[in-house]
């Protein structure tokens, strides 16, 4: 039997499924409803700060904390929808723009999406920055607006590749004819200011806004709200969406994580072709994206942190005693079959701790005696996937 014939006919027979969902994007993170429950002040904050721009004054630059999941992003991009429409009904030009730090890592590929974004040809790679930075100023510089800019996740930035863009960006207004630049700056990072040279933080830093975690009941007003839009009626159990609120509130009050819930519980419901998502699909969501999370986290790491949390695994599969010493010992073999630089010890060590703070592991020192005192560590999550993709790493370094 041949493939062709075996899977004739798969998609019509998907497609035949009755959905569950009518608006699966208002589950999405980059979805912004009409209405934000339970951000009433930020909003007006923000507001205000912003207002200015609607009387051609220019507004301050605000700087946005709070935790993963807590409203920064959705706020900053409602407010600034709600700015540009009004904009236009008065007559005032503004514009914003929304720029991804996390993604556009680098002084260049944030100068770069801010040009391309109002209309300057800029390549992907290859001019100075300085160039690229001045083909901004120009296309915004050809008239006279306001121009409000949002550095989302800004800290990332900061720490892969410095604060220089950022100080430009604060001093740009300097340099321009027409136009005006006010930064809206958003980070997961209370202590994010502390990595910045004292100049930029003094103008970076003319207002803030703090974002609070939600509770669960607030997470279940959100959600409530979103799965009006997204599901067909009286398709969800009475206890899923209290279940994905308790579940995300556990999880720092992260709304990211209770839509995620709520929309692959949904997925998994469809997709076995259920006319009901249930506390179970819930469950077994939770699972997923918990795995998915943590091999996300593990694709990330540098190759040294792989070859340390390796050690482990094959330590872990021996019944070994996982300890700093013996991690240690594994990973210096390991390090010189694939001719890698082997790290001290301390180093070592630290690599352990950090993995411990991603909650990978956990570790705790224990005594020796006269021979001293050791990290004893024990796998938080479960190996066999995290081994999979590590060695498809090591095939490459190979």
Same mark, same amino acid.
């Given at each position: 039997?041949?493939?062709?014939?075996?899977?004739?006919? $798969?998609?019509? !027979?998907i497609l035949q499924r009755e959905p569950l969902f009518k608006n699966k994007e208002a589950l999405r993170h980059s979805y912004t409803p009409n209405e934000l429950p339970h951000r009433d002040k930020e909003i007006r904050q923000l507001a205000n700060i912003l207002a200015p721009a609607l009387k051609g004054e220019t507004p301050s630059n605000v700087l946005i904390y709070g935790k993963s999941g807590t409203?920064?992003?959705i706020v900053s991009r409602f407010i600034c929808r709600e700015l540009i429409n009004t !904009?236009?009904?008065?007559?005032?030009?503004?514009?914003?723009?929304?720029?991804?730090?996390? $993604?556009? #890592?680098?002084?260049y590929r944030v100068l770069a999406k801010l040009a391309k974004s109002f209309g300057a040809k800029v390549p992907f790679t290859g001019w100075p920055t300085d160039k690229v930075y001045n083909a901004f100023k120009e296309a915004i510089d050809?008239?006279?607006?306001?121009?409000?800019? $949002?550095? #989302?996740?800004? #800290? @990332?930035?900061v720490l892969k590749s410095g604060d220089n863009v950022i100080y430009n960006l604060t001093r740009i207004n300097s340099e321009l004819k027409n136009a005006r630049v006010s930064i809206v700056g958003i980070s997961n990072d209370l202590k994010f200011t502390s990595y910045l040279d !004292? @100049?930029?933080k003094s103008s970076l830093g003319d207002e803030e806004i703090v974002f609070s975690p939600y509770n669960a009941k607030q997470l279940e007003d959100i959600l409530r709200q979103? &799965?009006?839009?997204?599901?067909?009626?009286?398709?969800?159990e009475e206890y899923v969406i209290p279940l994905c609120a308790a579940f995300a509130a556990r999880d720092h009050g992260d709304a990211r994580r209770a839509l995620d819930l709520l929309r692959v519980a949904g997925e998994l419901a469809e997709r076995e072709g259920s006319d009901r998502v249930t506390e179970e699909h819930v469950r077994r969501a939770n699972k997923k994206i918990e795995a998915d999370n943590i091999a996300q986290v593990v694709r990330t790491l540098p190759t040294q942190s792989k070859l340390v949390l390796y050690s482990m695994i094959l330590l872990e599969e021996r019944d070994k005693n996982i300890t700093t010493g013996e991690v240690y010992e594994l990973y210096k073999?390991?390090?010189? &079959?694939?001719?890698i630089d082997i790290l001290t010890l301390r180093r070592v060590s630290d690599i352990?701790?950090?993995?411990?703070?991603?909650? $990978?592991?956990?570790? @705790?020192?224990?005594?020796k005696g006269r021979y001293g005192r050791t990290k004893e560590i024990k796998l938080e999550v479960p190996s066999r996937g995290i081994k999979i993709i590590i060695e498809d790493e090591l095939r490459l370094l190979r």
């Amino acid at each position: 039997m041949n493939i062709r014939t075996t899977f004739s006919g $798969i998609f019509e !027979s998907i497609l035949q499924r009755e959905p569950l969902f009518k608006n699966k994007e208002a589950l999405r993170h980059s979805y912004t409803p009409n209405e934000l429950p339970h951000r009433d002040k930020e909003i007006r904050q923000l507001a205000n700060i912003l207002a200015p721009a609607l009387k051609g004054e220019t507004p301050s630059n605000v700087l946005i904390y709070g935790k993963s999941g807590t409203g920064k992003t959705i706020v900053s991009r409602f407010i600034c929808r709600e700015l540009i429409n009004t !904009s236009k009904k008065i007559g005032v030009p503004v514009n914003a723009t929304y720029v991804n730090c996390e $993604i556009t #890592d680098t002084k260049y590929r944030v100068l770069a999406k801010l040009a391309k974004s109002f209309g300057a040809k800029v390549p992907f790679t290859g001019w100075p920055t300085d160039k690229v930075y001045n083909a901004f100023k120009e296309a915004i510089d050809n008239k006279k607006r306001t121009v409000v800019v $949002i550095l #989302d996740e800004i #800290d @990332r930035l900061v720490l892969k590749s410095g604060d220089n863009v950022i100080y430009n960006l604060t001093r740009i207004n300097s340099e321009l004819k027409n136009a005006r630049v006010s930064i809206v700056g958003i980070s997961n990072d209370l202590k994010f200011t502390s990595y910045l040279d !004292s @100049r930029v933080k003094s103008s970076l830093g003319d207002e803030e806004i703090v974002f609070s975690p939600y509770n669960a009941k607030q997470l279940e007003d959100i959600l409530r709200q979103r &799965a009006e839009i997204a599901f067909k009626e009286s398709v969800l159990e009475e206890y899923v969406i209290p279940l994905c609120a308790a579940f995300a509130a556990r999880d720092h009050g992260d709304a990211r994580r209770a839509l995620d819930l709520l929309r692959v519980a949904g997925e998994l419901a469809e997709r076995e072709g259920s006319d009901r998502v249930t506390e179970e699909h819930v469950r077994r969501a939770n699972k997923k994206i918990e795995a998915d999370n943590i091999a996300q986290v593990v694709r990330t790491l540098p190759t040294q942190s792989k070859l340390v949390l390796y050690s482990m695994i094959l330590l872990e599969e021996r019944d070994k005693n996982i300890t700093t010493g013996e991690v240690y010992e594994l990973y210096k073999k390991l390090c010189k &079959a694939f001719s890698i630089d082997i790290l001290t010890l301390r180093r070592v060590s630290d690599i352990i701790s950090e993995l411990d703070i991603l909650g $990978i592991l956990s570790t @705790r020192v224990v005594s020796k005696g006269r021979y001293g005192r050791t990290k004893e560590i024990k796998l938080e999550v479960p190996s066999r996937g995290i081994k999979i993709i590590i060695e498809d790493e090591l095939r490459l370094l190979r």
